[in-house]
Nanobody, 126 residues
Framework: VQLQASGGGLVQAGGSLRPSCVASGLVFSRNALGWFRQAPGKEREFVAV????????IYADSVKGRFTISRDNAKTMVYLQMNSLKPEDTAVYYC????????????????????WGQGTLVTVSS
């Protein structure tokens, strides 16, 4: 299984970016997909997840209303449209696939049986 993220970059506060991730080696439509991020000196945190069908999405409170996760099963790609970016969004963004779905509890959202790609750096300047 391979997940390849791209589309990060440097943007000013208030701007937009759309990282994408292409997957191979898995039955794409059966996998929940997620984006996570890790800022310098901080633990990795959940950003967004989308179900295999694309019918269900969940977002971290910090990005709700600004970020949109989507998927194209025909192209085996997942996207993260990021609008109204803030300096605190600066992080390495990772895509991940969950062949066993995902869980959403009070402790947070995680993918089950997860695969991870390398990250793409997003830097938001003030």
């Amino acid at each position: 299984v391979q997940l390849q993220a791209s589309g990060g970059g440097l943007v000013q506060a208030g701007g937009s970016l759309r990282p994408s991730c292409v997957a191979s080696g898995l039955v794409f439509s059966r996998n929940a997909l997620g984006w996570f991020r890790q800022a310098p000196g901080k633990e990795r945190e959940f950003v967004a997840v989308i179900s295999g069908s694309g019918m269900t999405t969940i977002y971290a409170d910090s990005v709700k209303g600004r970020f949109t996760i989507s998927r194209d099963n025909a192209k085996t790609m997942v996207y993260l449209q990021m609008n109204s970016l803030k300096p605190e969004d600066t992080a390495v963004y990772y895509c991940a696939a969950g062949p066993l779905g995902y869980s959403s509890t009070a402790q947070g959202v995680r993918l089950k049986g997860d695969y991870w790609g390398q990250g793409t750096l997003v830097t938001v300047s003030s």
